[in-house]
């Protein structure tokens, strides 16, 4: 006779399970791991005038500092997404994420201050590796998704991660066993499959084989291309104008530009300024945040990108004509605020609209092709600024927004209370 105990899905033993005390350690050190890129980004506004005037460099050379870090951002991103649909992730709390992300640019902003008016960039990047070095130290304490385990049909893994996070928030799972859609389906054919074993071990090393290119191309199936282009453009303006705005912000207010009407603080001593209008700048960040979290749930994730896009448009578009010191600074400051908006929105929406089987494989390559717009942006846009050509910089920024907004438009659906897919197959066309 068959097994008739009763069973559970996933989706039903972590609703019983709620949110508690395990969520939130994984949370906190995922959380690091922001804080820890944050901290690598915002390093470049305060190193790369220090390094240049150390070492004499061009702007040109200055520049390169920045452009060969999301060079390393990129090969990372689109690897380790490859690998992380075959052997693993993280979870999905993209909005809380953004907010380690948030905290990481302010605390990196309020180190600058203190360090490199005391010290040097050297102590700057010593004290600002530390949160790397902490996520080695904890990495072992890390576990794995749960959802992933069951969609690679490991479910006794899956269980006993279940287990350990019912102790720890002190809840109780489902009684039965757990399974899975793939088991279920395994099982329902299982019949069919008897005297094919020797055939089915061969095709599981071939399998093996070629599991790190078959997510990569699931992304350009008849019904994933389209998001998949889209999603290439939504990265690379987002990466492309965020850190626009902040590059921005520190050459205009380092002092050592030469179209003086342009500089924020010319008639200052620079040895604050600049730290003091990225701080600024970083504070930003808190309300766009806050502004996303409350919107994206109330106008869907689409229209929230959209509304973003089109007040950073706003933001920026009076900047094609000189402004004062602090006008320039609150047009900046909400250039900041809308870009942040669209990241965070962006993070959630990109993951939900990809099935499980290449969820973060599609996610890294997005991201990959994000830091091309993080590696173009120095040597264009910046560099339009140090040439003292700010309009023609402004102009290209209002170019990439507009692309942007239409990129969000013509994403094929909206997720706002969709479940999760795991396959292709279970996508709409």
């Known amino acids: 006779m068959g097994d008739e105990r009763p069973v559970y899905t996933l989706d039903e033993a972590l609703s019983a399970l709620r949110f508690g005390k395990y969520q939130a350690l994984v949370l906190a050190y995922a959380g690091l791991g922001w804080v820890s890129e944050a901290m690598e980004i915002m390093i470049l506004s305060f190193v790369g005038p220090a390094v240049k005037s150390k070492w004499k460099l061009t702007s040109s050379e200055e520049s390169l500092l920045t452009t060969v870090v999301f060079a390393g951002m990129l090969l990372g991103a689109y690897s380790w997404g490859i690998i992380s649909d075959n052997y693993g992730r993280r979870g999905r709390w993209m909005v809380a994420l953004s907010a ?9 902003a309020s180190l600058a201050w203190v360090v490199m008016t005391r010290l040097n960039w050297r102590w700057l990047l010593a004290f600002s590796s530390v949160p790397s070095f902490a996520l080695l130290l904890f990495y072992g304490l890390a576990p794995e998704s749960p959802r992933y385990l069951c969609a690679k049909a490991r479910t006794a893994d899956a269980h006993r991660i279940l287990e350990k996070m019912a102790f720890v928030n002190q809840t109780k799972l489902p009684p039965g066993i757990l399974v899975s859609d793939k088991a279920i389906k395994e099982n329902e054919e299982s019949n069919l499959l008897r005297d094919t074993h020797m055939l089915s071990m061969t095709r599981k090393i071939t399998d093996k084989l070629k599991s790190g290119f ?23 303006a987002n990466v492309f104008s965020y850190y626009g705005a902040v590059l921005l912000t520190s050459k205009l207010s380092s002092g050592d530009n030469k179209c003086g009407s342009k500089v924020l603080h010319a008639d200052k001593s620079k040895d604050n300024s600049l730290y003091v209008d990225v701080f600024i700048a970083s504070l930003a960040e808190l309300p766009g945040l806050i502004l996303s979290a409350i919107i994206v749930d109330k106008i869907g994730r689409k229209l929230s990108m959209v509304l973003m896009f089109v007040s950073a448009c706003i933001f920026l578009l009076p900047l094609v004509f000189h402004q004062s010191a602090v006008v320039t600074t609150v047009l900046l400051f909400g250039v900041r605020m809308c870009v942040t908006g669209t990241i965070t929105v962006a993070t959630i929406y990109a993951p939900e609209i990809y099935p499980t089987s290449a969820r973060t494989t599609g996610f890294g390559v997005a991201s990959s092709l994000g830091k091309v717009g993080g590696m173009v942006c120095p040597l264009v846009a910046v560099g339009l600024v140090t040439s003292c050509h700010l309009r023609l910089a402004v102009i290209l920024f209002e170019v990439v927004f507009v692309l942007a907004i239409a990129s969000s438009l013509l994403f094929p659906f909206e997720t706002m209370g969709r479940e999760l897919k795991d396959t292709v197959d279970a996508i709409e066309s």
């Open 100 to 108: 380690f992300w948030t905290a990481g640019t302010i605390f990196e």
């Open 214 to 236: 078959s997510s990569f191309f699931m992304l350009f199936s008849r019904k994933l291309i389209r998001t998949t282009l889209l999603l290439w453009v939504l990265f690379f």
